[in-house]
């Protein structure tokens, strides 16, 4: 037995705010780039290019969202809901190789850093906080199902807060005229960026190499199928990732008195995993234990 259920309305909601997100994000990159070569500061330039990164980020996961929608066919069985792992995946090695790259820059100006122009900082970081804030609350919601948009979102937030961080350091050179407070931020951003991007890469590895989404809690799936009413034994358990957001489980279940009526023994297991550990896509094979399992041989 098995049942496929796709969250088609939160797949809607994210593909819109994905796409306001985008057009926010892109509209501010160009911004902020020209103002940081205008105005000499590495702290734009660097969150410029982090800033890019999240659009590309934001693309990719409005792509794969768009293609996790796509129905299973002959050639792809479960559909391309996978695309949203490879998306979180690409994004966070984008954003350790952009964070790389700040770090290198920064580094070099804070050899010899150059004029910034304080207020010009200020003013397009402030923006920058306006448009992070307002594209991380569109995802708030989405995220919390969603390790793409969790993703996504974590970086809008950061953002936010790094923007925060950038005017103050144009306030600090208008105040002190300390040119080194630019680079030495943008180190900072960098290690904001590279922290969360290591994490997300990993979880996305997780995920793309099939193992146990960390949400699932393997021991507590298998205690509970232990303590189904007539079972005695279970093996190959398997629970990996459909997406992002779906998460799948086969087992058999070795059952010598199976219950009378299957389908409601069936039904309400699906629900239980559904509820309490958010598995939509379950397979059960029962059996009676009379002969060996034909995949052990």
């Known amino acids: 037995m098995h049942e496929h259920h796709a969250p088609e309305e939160l797949i809607d909601h994210a593909g819109r705010a994905l796409g306001i997100g985008i057009a926010l994000n892109l509209g501010f990159v160009v911004l902020e780039a020209v103002a940081g070569i205008l105005g000499q500061s590495m702290a734009l330039l660097a969150d410029a290019a982090h800033n890019l990164g999240d659009v590309l980020g934001l693309v990719l ?7 996790s929608r796509r129905l299973a066919d002959r050639q792809f069985s479960y559909g391309l809901g996978s695309s949203t792992m490879l998306a979180a995946l690409v994004n966070a090695i984008t954003l350790i190789l952009f964070s790389l790259w700040i770090l290198w820059e920064a580094g070099m100006r804070l050899l010899d850093p150059p004029a910034v122009d304080g207020l010009l900082v200020i003013g397009v970081a402030l923006a920058g906080v306006l448009v992070n804030t307002a594209t991380a609350w569109l995802l708030v919601a989405q995220q919390k199902h969603d390790l793409n948009l969790r993703g996504a979102f974590l970086h809008m937030a950061a953002d936010a807060a790094v923007s925060v961080a950038v005017a103050l350091s144009g306030l600090l050179i208008l105040l002190t005229g300390l040119t080194w407070v630019d680079p030495a931020l943008s180190i900072v951003v960098s290690l904001v960026i590279l922290i969360p991007a290591l994490g997300l890469a990993r979880q996305s590895l997780q995920l793309v190499l099939h193992g146990v989404p960390e ?3 393997l021991d507590e799936v298998e205690r509970h199928l232990a303590a189904l009413p007539g079972v005695t034994d279970h093996h190959h358990l398997h629970v990996w990732a459909l997406s992002t957001r779906e998460t799948a489980l086969s ?3 070795v059952m010598p008195d199976p219950p009378d009526d299957g389908d409601r023994f069936l039904h309400d297991l699906q629900e239980t995993l559904r ?3 958010d598995i939509r896509h379950a397979t059960v094979q029962i059996e009676r234990g009379t002969c060996p399992c034909p995949i052990d041989d």
């Open 61 to 67: 996961a409005w792509g794969a969202n768009r293609l």
């Open 215 to 217: 949400a699932v809690d």
């Open 251 to 253: 087992v058999h279940l």
């Open 275 to 277: 509820q309490r550990f």
